[in-house]
């Protein structure tokens, strides 16, 4: 049947044919019903079935859950020295506190996916509305839709209230665009708008299989009539309304489902975004590594000595303690491994498993401080900055690279008509510059360009566009002009600048009625133009065109479109006099467009028609075959002119950059404009200052002849001689100081650049890249013109491959962007004018690019500091917990013996230590966060990863080791005198290890609070709360009998324990001790600072926090004005 009426298509694998209405084509024919997906949206990822399951399996996929639980098996398994119980709570809690953060998640995804599966929605059936609920919709289901309602699947458009079958959409919930978009319903089918005749269509629809291209959609709907030949019409996203989107300002329409529930492309939109890991994550990595080999050298170590130890007959086999029958039989290599075993149980604490959930919670919380900054709430949208991924907070604080898009970005994408040319003739504001002199005219009269010629260019601004045209007080958020009733819509703001710029000079874009498109002219007489094709714009092509009748029957194709696409199409003899003008726009930092028309014959005509409609028909490869059609059709026009638009830097777009370089930060600018263009943009951002020195490799430079190649490889040369070769080598070993004396920028285009990427066969241009890519790294500044999304993405994943894997953070506001947003270690989009796709795809979001200085420079900086001093304690609390313990088994004879209690074993981690470091690690603020924000060279202290290196570490591990000796000795001298009362009544060892655990649990809460500098009632709270909720659980702990236990050894120990003085006295300066050199360093730290008057900004840990030598500028006299004005509190 399909192929007796589509042009030779064959039915091919990958499309999907919907019978309309479930009515069959032939009364004859069975209906057999397709089976499709019901319209149930699922976005959660737990059933109440699997949800036990699937999330221990997600969480024991993680290493330190899984060793815990080894840990946990082994001691229920082996008869070990401690409980089961010391490390199944632990695990318990971790995997019980996530499993609970997951399981709420999950039920409000639930609770979401039940509203819209629930929702009621009125199907067509037997020419009656019959309600049902939204998840039983099933494809070729005729759907009614009203005013200000979501579609509730992807449905093509049948008909609707309106005559002329048009109906306005929103798809703000889908890209955030919230401008109107105009969808048209199936030209045969416009009539049927009620229910009786919506139920008399007999169609069938083949289209493409679902996919999540929300811009894309190829199809065809076959209408049958009795007694008539069949009706074949194309179908393309015009035609597709989208689940998720609202209708607006139509009273209903009506539409066949298509695809339903997950294959509807909102869902297929929200599936599987890849998972960014940051940084920090790998040196949490690399220090587990380390302490399990400590953990297994410990044990190692221990058993081996058991065994030495237990080589004299005495020690091994006591009179008071001899074997049982069965330890003697027992294999000694088996022996040897239980006991192993037994010591990895017993210094197991040394892994911090709580880290995990505690970094959780310090992302997860901490990212909320960004989404409730006010400086970064915009004022104009009524939005703030919105926090997509808080796996990457302490990321922010790590770029070396930013990736800018420059419209929309730098720009504020908000177009005005500046002026244009005809026939290389200037007009701005009804003034005519020819060859150089200027004359003022009266309003309307024009130079010497002739007057014909002024109004073809005026009607194709007029007429070569896709804006529509709403009254104004029907359209939320747009105010139309205040002489006029009606406003302009549009996609792009650049066609709204260019239809404002025809009415300037007197020609009225009045709208498109029933394909006619009306202008008013200058004698105020209106015209009408059928409009029979447009040629859509597309990033490839560069130019969108539209073809028109007049009513005196003339046929005409007007084109619109960047220089470089329209040039090649024009006479060659026409472009040099409107050449100069759109150069010299360019310079100035205009967009600029050419705009060329061409006369069809009835014949020409024809043949296109035919070919385009052929081309709209095919379900395989159409663009493709659309792209043939259009190329073919654009050629052979003449040039009438150009035009210039400004569109205006952002507010502070130029300082925000300025800071980014400041802070040691390398900005590349990928733009889609004109070299000139972008280049004047750039010095206006001061991206690129009057002092550097500019290295081209563009099309102008290279040349397109076929030795292009072989100039290429001659400019990389002698670029790479200058920048690399003849620079004497940076002995400073600085990776982020620039040591050249001179400023070099960079500017490269699209065609270039993929020459370079990806170079002919034969040529010797392998090297090509390593090349360009020394040279890139090497300048300060590149701009990046005239390329393409891909080519953008490639730019991004070049540098973040490099020796070093530099971070990469992309910043960009439309649709084209996203590609390289996705591909940045960092994505960030701009809550822009061209939608929201940037924004939907991005880690982050911020209203303007001059919130990028504060989420950067002061959320960045002080998320990293605290996650990285956050990883540091724990692995250093951790330690001074396992080194006395390990200790202790020297003095024991290696008997496994515990050193503290199973209660306070259990507790250490989950909630003596753990309420403190959290709080400090949302709240700190070791530099204000003003004085980061105006001092950018602060962010070079912190860049590099330069608090989480090997060497800040390992005084982390030294520090945990002197203090673990400390708690030992200290308390094992006190015990030298073991009678510590007047009475003579001697301590046990539980009394040792608890005095021990006191000194330990008060050192390092001490310690905290020796490094916190930005104290709140919160912090006062958890520290000193912390301190004495120990107090009262050991008192608590120890004063009661409780009937579980099968021995009571901690019952009044506490109590008893402090009844001596000498254990007072003790502890006091036990702590001191321990604390000491960290008072010692910060008292040094202070005296230096002061004699040398640097600037206070250093944090307590000597070595963690790097200091800068040599910046971009000199930093000393800064630092110390910065001192001076901004004095820190030390404790």
């Given at each position: 049947?399909?192929?007796?009426?589509?042009?030779?298509?064959?039915?091919?694998?990958?499309?999907?044919?919907?019978?309309?209405?479930?009515?069959?084509?032939?009364?004859?024919?069975?209906?057999?019903?397709?089976?499709?997906?019901?319209?149930?949206?699922?976005?959660?990822?737990?059933?109440?079935?699997?949800?036990?399951?699937?999330?221990?399996?997600?969480?024991?996929?993680?290493?330190?859950?899984?060793?815990?639980?080894?840990?946990?098996?082994?001691?229920?398994?082996?008869?070990?020295?401690?409980?089961?119980?010391?490390?199944?709570?632990?695990?318990?809690?971790?995997?019980?506190?996530?499993?609970?953060?997951?399981?709420?998640?999950?039920?409000?995804?639930?609770?979401?996916?039940?509203?819209?599966?629930?929702?009621?929605?009125?199907?067509?059936?037997?020419?009656?509305?019959?309600?049902?609920?939204?998840?039983?919709?099933?494809?070729?289901?005729?759907?009614?839709?009203?005013?200000?309602?979501?579609?509730?699947?992807?449905?093509?458009?049948?008909?609707?209230?309106?005559?002329?079958?048009?109906?306005?959409?929103?798809?703000?919930?889908?890209?955030?665009?919230?401008?109107?978009?105009?969808?048209?319903?199936?030209?045969?089918?416009?009539?049927?708008?009620?229910?009786?005749?919506?139920?008399?269509?007999?169609?069938?629809?083949?289209?493409?299989?679902?996919?999540?291209?929300?811009?894309?959609?190829?199809?065809?709907?076959?209408?049958?009539?009795?007694?008539?030949?069949?009706?074949?019409?194309?179908?393309?996203?015009?035609?597709?309304?989208?689940?998720?989107?609202?209708?607006?300002?139509?009273?209903?329409?009506?539409?066949?489902?298509?695809?339903?529930?997950?294959?509807?492309?909102?869902?297929?939109?929200?599936?599987?975004?890849?998972?960014?890991?940051?940084?920090?994550?790998?040196?949490?990595?690399?220090?587990?590594?380390?302490?399990?080999?400590?953990?297994?050298?410990?044990?190692?170590?221990?058993?081996?000595?058991?065994?030495?130890?237990?080589?004299?007959?005495?020690?091994?086999?006591?009179?008071?303690?001899?074997?049982?029958?069965?330890?003697?039989?027992?294999?000694?290599?088996?022996?040897?491994?239980?006991?192993?075993?037994?010591?990895?149980?017993?210094?197991?604490?040394?892994?911090?498993?709580?880290?995990y959930v505690t970094v959780e919670m310090q992302k997860f919380l901490g990212s909320f401080f960004i989404s409730w900054d006010k400086e970064m709430y915009d004022e104009?949208?009524?939005?703030?900055?919105?926090?997509?991924?808080?796996?990457?907070?302490?990321?922010?604080?790590?770029?070396?690279?930013?990736?800018?898009?420059?419209?929309?970005?730098?720009?504020?994408?908000?177009?005005?008509?500046?002026?244009?040319?005809?026939?290389?003739?200037?007009?701005?504001?009804?003034?005519?510059?020819?060859?150089?002199?200027?004359?003022?005219?009266?309003?309307?009269?024009?130079?010497?360009?002739?007057?014909?010629?002024?109004?073809?260019?005026?009607?194709?601004?007029?007429?070569?566009?896709?804006?529509?045209?709403?009254?104004?007080?029907?359209?939320?958020?747009?105010?139309?002009?205040?002489?006029?009733?009606?406003?302009?819509?549009?996609?792009?703001?650049?066609?709204?600048?260019?239809?404002?710029?025809?009415?300037?000079?007197?020609?009225?874009?009045?709208?498109?009625?029933?394909?006619?498109?009306?202008?008013?002219?200058?004698?105020?007489?209106?015209?009408?133009?059928?409009?029979?094709?447009?040629?859509?714009?597309?990033?490839?092509?560069?130019?969108?065109?539209?073809?028109?009748?007049?009513?005196?029957?003339?046929?005409?194709?007007?084109?619109?479109?960047?220089?470089?696409?329209?040039?090649?199409?024009?006479?060659?003899?026409?472009?040099?006099?409107?050449?100069?003008?759109?150069?010299?726009?360019?310079?100035?930092?205009?967009?600029?467009?050419?705009?060329?028309?061409?006369?069809?014959?009835?014949?020409?005509?024809?043949?296109?028609?035919?070919?385009?409609?052929?081309?709209?028909?095919?379900?395989?490869?159409?663009?493709?075959?659309?792209?043939?059609?259009?190329?073919?059709?654009?050629?052979?026009?003449?040039?009438?002119?150009?035009?210039?638009?400004?569109?205006?830097?952002?507010?502070?777009?130029?300082?925000?950059?300025?800071?980014?370089?400041?802070?040691?930060?390398?900005?590349?600018?990928?733009?889609?404009?004109?070299?000139?263009?972008?280049?004047?943009?750039?010095?206006?951002?001061?991206?690129?200052?009057?002092?550097?020195?500019?290295?081209?490799?563009?099309?102008?430079?290279?040349?397109?002849?076929?030795?292009?190649?072989?100039?290429?490889?001659?400019?990389?040369?002698?670029?790479?001689?200058?920048?690399?070769?003849?620079?004497?080598?940076?002995?400073?070993?600085?990776?982020?100081?620039?040591?050249?004396?001179?400023?070099?920028?960079?500017?490269?285009?699209?065609?270039?650049?993929?020459?370079?990427?990806?170079?002919?066969?034969?040529?010797?241009?392998?090297?090509?890249?390593?090349?360009?890519?020394?040279?890139?790294?090497?300048?300060?500044?590149?701009?990046?013109?005239?390329?393409?999304?891909?080519?953008?993405?490639?730019?991004?994943?070049?540098?973040?491959?490099?020796?070093?894997?530099?971070?990469?953070?992309?910043?960009?506001?439309?649709?084209?962007?996203?590609?390289?947003?996705?591909?940045?270690?960092?994505?960030?989009?701009?809550?822009?004018?061209?939608?929201?796709?940037?924004?939907?795809?991005?880690?982050?979001?911020?209203?303007?690019?001059?919130?990028?200085?504060?989420?950067?420079?002061?959320?960045?900086?002080?998320?990293?500091?605290?996650?990285?001093?956050?990883?540091?304690?724990?692995?250093?609390?951790?330690?001074?917990?396992?080194?006395?313990?390990?200790?202790?088994?020297?003095?024991?004879?290696?008997?496994?013996?515990?050193?503290?209690?199973?209660?306070?074993?259990?507790?250490?981690?989950?909630?003596?230590?753990?309420?403190?470091?959290?709080?400090?690690?949302?709240?700190?603020?070791?530099?204000?966060?003003?004085?980061?924000?105006?001092?950018?060279?602060?962010?070079?202290?912190?860049?590099?990863?330069?608090?989480?290196?090997?060497?800040?570490?390992?005084?982390?591990?030294?520090?945990?080791?002197?203090?673990?000796?400390?708690?030992?000795?200290?308390?094992?001298?006190?015990?030298?005198?073991?009678?510590?009362?007047?009475?003579?009544?001697?301590?046990?060892?539980?009394?040792?290890?608890?005095?021990?655990?006191?000194?330990?649990?008060?050192?390092?809460?001490?310690?905290?609070?020796?490094?916190?500098?930005?104290?709140?009632?919160?912090?006062?709270?958890?520290?000193?709360?912390?301190?004495?909720?120990?107090?009262?659980?050991?008192?608590?702990?120890?004063?009661?009998?409780?009937?579980?236990?099968?021995?009571?050894?901690?019952?009044?120990?506490?109590?008893?324990?402090?009844?001596?003085?000498?254990?007072?006295?003790?502890?006091?300066?036990?702590?001191?001790?321990?604390?000491?050199?960290?008072?010692?360093?910060?008292?040094?730290?202070?005296?230096?600072?002061?004699?040398?008057?640097?600037?206070?900004?250093?944090?307590?840990?000597?070595?963690?926090?790097?200091?800068?030598?040599?910046?971009?500028?000199?930093?000393?006299?800064?630092?110390?004005?910065?001192?001076?004005?901004?004095?820190?509190?030390?404790?």
């Amino acid at each position: 049947m399909w192929s007796m009426w589509c042009a030779g298509e064959e039915k091919r694998v990958g499309t999907r044919t919907v019978v309309v209405g479930h009515r069959p084509v032939s009364e004859t024919d069975a209906y057999v019903a397709q089976k499709f997906c019901d319209n149930r949206i699922v976005s959660s990822k737990y059933t109440l079935w699997n949800f036990l399951p699937k999330n221990l399996f997600e969480q024991f996929r993680r290493i330190a859950n899984f060793y815990f639980l080894i840990i946990f098996l082994v001691q229920v398994i082996v008869d070990t020295p401690t409980s089961p119980v010391t490390s199944g709570l632990p695990l318990f809690f971790v995997i019980t506190v996530t499993a609970i953060k997951q399981g709420y998640e999950d039920w409000l995804r639930h609770r979401a996916d039940n509203e819209v599966n629930k929702s009621n929605v009125f199907i067509v059936e037997n020419a009656k509305q019959v309600q049902k609920e939204s998840e039983k919709i099933k494809v070729g289901d005729i759907v009614e839709v009203k005013a200000d309602e979501t579609f509730p699947c992807d449905l093509i458009f049948l008909a609707s209230s309106s005559s002329d079958g048009t109906c306005y959409v929103t798809t703000a919930s889908l890209d955030g665009e919230s401008n109107f978009k105009t969808h048209y319903a199936v030209r045969d089918t416009t009539v049927l708008c009620t229910d009786e005749a919506i139920d008399t269509l007999t169609a069938t629809i083949e289209c493409e299989q679902p996919q999540p291209d929300l811009y894309k959609f190829v199809g065809r709907i076959i209408i049958y009539r009795s007694n008539q030949e069949p009706v074949a019409r194309s179908l393309g996203p015009e035609n597709l309304l989208l689940k998720g989107a609202t209708l607006k300002n139509t009273k209903k329409i009506y539409g066949v489902a298509v695809y339903t529930g997950m294959e509807t492309k909102m869902a297929l939109n929200y599936q599987g975004k890849s998972q960014k890991r940051s940084a920090v994550e790998k040196s949490i990595n690399a220090f587990l590594i380390v302490y399990l080999c400590i953990l297994l050298s410990k044990a190692t170590v221990c058993t081996t000595l058991k065994y030495v130890w237990q080589s004299n007959p005495f020690n091994d086999e006591p009179w008071y303690n001899e074997k049982t029958k069965k330890e003697r039989e027992t294999f000694k290599v088996l022996r040897m491994f239980t006991d192993f075993l037994s010591f990895m149980v017993l210094f197991n604490f040394i892994i911090p498993v709580s880290m995990y959930v505690t970094v959780e919670m310090q992302k997860f919380l901490g990212s909320f401080f960004i989404s409730w900054d006010k400086e970064m709430y915009d004022e104009e949208i009524k939005e703030g900055a919105l926090v997509n991924t808080s796996d990457l907070n302490e990321e922010l604080g790590q770029v070396e690279y930013v990736f800018t898009d420059k419209t929309g970005t730098l720009t504020e994408n908000s177009m005005e008509f500046i002026e244009c040319c005809i026939d290389g003739h200037k007009y701005k504001d009804c003034i005519s510059e020819v060859d150089g002199f200027t004359q003022t005219d009266g309003p309307l009269k024009y130079g010497k360009a002739e007057k014909s010629r002024e109004e073809l260019f005026l009607r194709a601004l007029c007429l070569c566009h896709t804006v529509q045209i709403k009254e104004a007080d029907q359209v939320d958020g747009l105010i139309g002009h205040p002489e006029r009733k009606y406003t302009y819509i549009s996609s792009s703001p650049d066609e709204i600048a260019l239809v404002k710029g025809a009415e300037k000079y007197g020609f009225t874009f009045l709208g498109l009625e029933n394909d006619f498109m009306k202008i008013r002219n200058q004698k105020n007489e209106t015209e009408m133009y059928q409009l029979l094709h447009v040629l859509n714009f597309d990033p490839v092509r560069r130019r969108m065109s539209v073809i028109v009748r007049t009513t005196t029957g003339k046929l005409l194709l007007f084109c619109k479109g960047a220089d470089s696409s329209i040039f090649p199409r024009v006479q060659q003899e026409e472009i040099q006099q409107t050449k100069v003008h759109v150069d010299r726009n360019a310079m100035d930092g205009y967009r600029t467009l050419c705009v060329a028309f061409k006369e069809l014959t009835q014949k020409e005509y024809d043949k296109i028609d035919r070919q385009l409609n052929e081309a709209k028909m095919a379900l395989q490869d159409r663009e493709e075959k659309m792209a043939k059609v259009f190329e073919d059709t654009e050629a052979d026009m003449h040039l009438i002119g150009a035009t210039a638009v400004e569109d205006r830097l952002q507010e502070q777009s130029a300082e925000t950059i300025e800071a980014l370089h400041t802070a040691g930060m390398k900005v590349w600018v990928l733009t889609g404009d004109k070299m000139e263009t972008a280049k004047s943009t750039c010095y206006a951002c001061r991206l690129f200052q009057t002092s550097t020195e500019l290295l081209e490799l563009t099309v102008k430079v290279v040349g397109e002849n076929e030795r292009k190649e072989d100039r290429l490889h001659e400019l990389l040369m002698e670029y790479h001689k200058k920048l690399i070769q003849d620079v004497p080598k940076n002995r400073g070993g600085l990776k982020r100081s620039w040591t050249l004396s001179q400023e070099y920028g960079l500017i490269i285009d699209g065609s270039t650049l993929s020459l370079i990427l990806n170079p002919s066969q034969d040529s010797s241009s392998s090297n090509y890249k390593n090349i360009f890519l020394q040279i890139c790294l090497k300048c300060t500044a590149v701009l990046c013109c005239r390329m393409a999304p891909l080519q953008k993405a490639q730019i991004v994943r070049m540098v973040k491959n490099t020796k070093g894997s530099p971070i990469t953070l992309s910043v960009g506001d439309g649709a084209n962007d996203v590609s390289m947003i996705l591909e940045a270690h960092v994505g960030i989009g701009i809550k822009g004018k061209e939608g929201r796709q940037a924004s939907r795809n991005s880690d982050y979001a911020v209203p303007k690019f001059k919130h990028l200085r504060k989420l950067l420079l002061a959320h960045g900086h002080l998320y990293y500091v605290r996650i990285a001093h956050l990883v540091q304690y724990f692995f250093y609390k951790n330690l001074c917990f396992i080194l006395p313990q390990f200790l202790y088994q020297f003095f024991c004879g290696f008997s496994q013996q515990p050193l503290y209690d199973a209660a306070y074993l259990t507790m250490y981690n989950i909630c003596f230590t753990s309420l403190p470091i959290l709080a400090y690690s949302l709240l700190e603020q070791h530099i204000n966060i003003d004085t980061l924000t105006s001092d950018p060279q602060l962010y070079m202290k912190v860049s590099d990863n330069a608090m989480l290196q090997w060497r800040p570490f390992l005084y982390w591990t030294f520090l945990g080791a002197f203090e673990g000796l400390v708690f030992f000795f200290g308390v094992y001298f006190l015990f030298q005198n073991s009678s510590l009362e007047d009475n003579g009544k001697v301590f046990g060892n539980w009394t040792f290890g608890t005095i021990v655990f006191t000194v330990l649990v008060f050192t390092v809460t001490l310690k905290l609070a020796l490094d916190t500098r930005f104290w709140t009632w919160m912090n006062h709270f958890v520290i000193w709360g912390s301190l004495a909720f120990y107090v009262f659980f050991s008192f608590f702990w120890g004063g009661v009998i409780w009937p579980f236990l099968k021995q009571q050894r901690m019952y009044f120990v506490f109590a008893h324990m402090l009844t001596s003085l000498s254990t007072w006295l003790a502890i006091i300066l036990l702590i001191f001790i321990s604390l000491f050199p960290e008072i010692l360093l910060i008292v040094l730290k202070n005296i230096k600072e002061k004699s040398h008057q640097t600037g206070p900004f250093d944090l307590p840990r000597l070595v963690s926090y790097k200091r800068i030598e040599n910046g971009y500028v000199k930093t000393e006299d800064a630092v110390t004005n910065l001192a001076e004005r901004h004095p820190l509190r030390i404790l």
